[in-house]
Each structure stands twice: as C-alpha cells, then as structure tokens.
Nanobody
Framework: QAQLVESGGGSVTLGGSLTLSCATP????????LGWFRQTPEKEREGVAV????????LHRDSVKGRFTISYDDTNNTLTLQMNNLGPDDSATYYC???????????????????WGQGTQVTVSS
C-alpha cells in the first residue's frame, strides 16, 4: 500500500479546534482499520481513535470522546480527525496508520498497524 500522508496540524489556543487529514490511497478498496495515534517525548504512542473502512464503525479513547471525531470518506480516500475543545494534554505529534484486513479494529494496539504516516504536530497553548 502507498504511504500515508497527514496534514492539518498546527498551533491553537486552549479550547480551539483543528482538523487533521490523512490521504490513504488504496484503502477504500479494501477492508482496513484506519487510526489516529499520538505521541509526545514523555509518553509512549497511544491510540486516539480508529475506524473500520467497511462499515465506518469507530472507536475513540475515553479522554477524547465528545471532543474528537474520526471519519473516513471513501470517495476520496481521506481519513479525518476533527478535534474540538483542545486542551494542553492534546499537544503531541499525531500519526495516521492503517491495518489491512483486520480481525479486530482497536486503538489499543499501535504495533498491529503496518503502515504509518510521517506525523503532524499539534500544539495547544494557553
């Protein structure tokens, strides 16, 4: 599969919003688990949200529920993460990732994902 390419990171103030996008060429044609993960120098990479391309079933980690929304547009092969009400704990490098033909689709196992983007930085300041 082709490389994943993220875009949309940047700097925002507390309570602001950002939308991250990830080009996922080829994944619309196959069943895949697509996800957003984030990492800081102080923490291990953690899952934020995942979505299964076939039925669009999505899961979000508890700390972002009600604030972040993952979605997938299979007409243009784009994975999106809408982030609202951003807080300081949301500052991180965000990565999109893909796992083709998954038996399960969950954000708790980043090592299950086989293809990763280069990452995009999100900085939330007061």
């Amino acid at each position: 599969q082709a490389q994943l390419v993220e875009s949309g990171g940047g700097s925002v103030t507390l309570g602001g919003s950002l939308t991250l996008s990830c080009a996922t060429p080829g994944y619309a044609k196959i069943g895949a688990c697509l996800g957003w993960f984030r990492q800081t120098p102080e923490k291990e990479r953690e899952g934020v949200a995942v979505i299964y391309t076939v039925d669009k079933a999505a899961l979000h980690r508890d700390s972002v529920k009600g604030r972040f929304t993952i979605s997938y547009d299979d007409t243009n092969n784009t994975l999106t993460l809408q982030m609202n009400n951003l807080g300081p704990d949301d500052s991180a490098t965000y990565y999109c990732a893909a796992k083709p033909a998954p038996k399960v689709c969950r954000y708790s196992s980043p090592t299950d994902f086989t293809t990763w983007g280069q990452g995009t930085q999100v900085t939330v300041s007061s």
